[in-house]
């Protein structure tokens, strides 16, 4: 494998982690009553501990493959003096301090009580949502508009993990709404779901317009360029998840009161196809945000 599609798998792998942790650990802590939170969480723990355990390892990988990318090759990955000058002397080394002081904060909420897990787990995928501002396209900008085009970067990816992670224990609150003693909290996690993902979702649409805007100074039409084809495939997927999160919430979640089972089913096949583009759409994200922005 070169180094630059291993790069691009690391990248993949650990911002989908990330995205995963922060909207699924936020979810819980903010917006779903204690004890269903408690009940979700041990339904998915270990998963989301194996997630974890996939972003700290590749943190710890992408130190190594970077500076194999920048270097002449594999031969300078674990090579010390171009190490140093990577993580010291480039914005791609002040992102990775970043990343491993938040795949620290992860470790650490490990060792919290149980109780307390998720919230330190969502706190440390924030950070490193967060830190990946830091090697974007902002980067090639000056003044205030580097930092507004980072903040908005930011916004994007907190929102759209957000999004996404969230998905991920909505599908056994769906399972559970039908036991008689969850159903009054999972119907308060529900609607609270539905009100935050719409903010989620416009905020999700208006930064993305607005990083395309500031990237390339116009939408992106012109598919000669690869770098435009994809950012549009990327935009069109991002739709369509819009679109099956606007049929669940103003289709499927009426139908709960006259037809539950098939509402359920269709609640739940529609978050896992929300869930599938989304994790398609950061690889896109992972392979074309490596490419010249032209």
């Known amino acids: 494998m070169d180094t630059t599609t291993a790069l691009q798998l ?10 995963l942790l922060w909207g699924a650990c936020a979810y819980l802590s903010m917006f779903v009553p204690k004890t269903l939170a408690d009940a979700v969480w041990r339904m998915i723990a270990r998963s989301f501990f194996l997630i974890a355990a996939i972003a700290v390892l590749t943190m710890l990988a992408a130190l190594p493959v970077t500076t194999a990318s920048i270097g002449n090759g594999w031969s300078d990955a674990l090579d010390a003096g171009m190490v140093h000058d990577v993580l010291f002397e480039t914005t791609v080394g002040t992102a990775w301090q970043a990343q491993a002081l938040a795949a620290l ?36 900008l000056e003044g205030w508009l580097k930092q507004a085009h980072r903040a908005n970067d930011i916004l994007h990816v907190l929102t759209g993990g957000g999004w996404l992670g969230a998905l991920v224990p909505l599908l056994p609150i769906l399972r559970l709404l039908g036991r008689p003693e969850y159903r009054a909290e999972a119907q308060i996690a529900l609607r609270r779901f ?39 495939i990327k935009i069109a997927l991002v739709a369509i998840m819009a679109v099956l999160a606007i049929v669940n919430r103003y289709v499927f979640v009426p139908w709960i009161g006259r037809k539950p089972a098939r509402a359920l089913l269709a609640l739940r096949l529609g978050s ?6 989304g994790i398609v759409v950061i690889g896109l994200v992972a392979f074309f945000g490596m490419m010249e922005p032209v």
């Open 194 to 232: 539905s009100n935050a993902g719409h903010v989620a979702v416009a905020l999700v649409i208006l930064s993305g317009v607005i990083n395309t805007l500031l990237i390339l100074k116009r939408l992106p039409t012109d598919w000669s360029s690869p770098y435009q084809m994809l950012l549009a």
């Open 105 to 140: 904060v992860m470790i650490g909420a490990l060792l919290l009580p149980e109780s307390w897990r998720r919230h330190g787990l969502a706190l440390g995928a924030g950070l490193g949502l967060a830190s990946l501002s830091l090697t974007g396209h902002a980067s090639m």
């Open 272 to 277: 896992i196809a929300e869930i599938v583009i």
């Open 10 to 19: 690391c990248r993949f792998l650990h911002d989908s982690s990330l995205m």
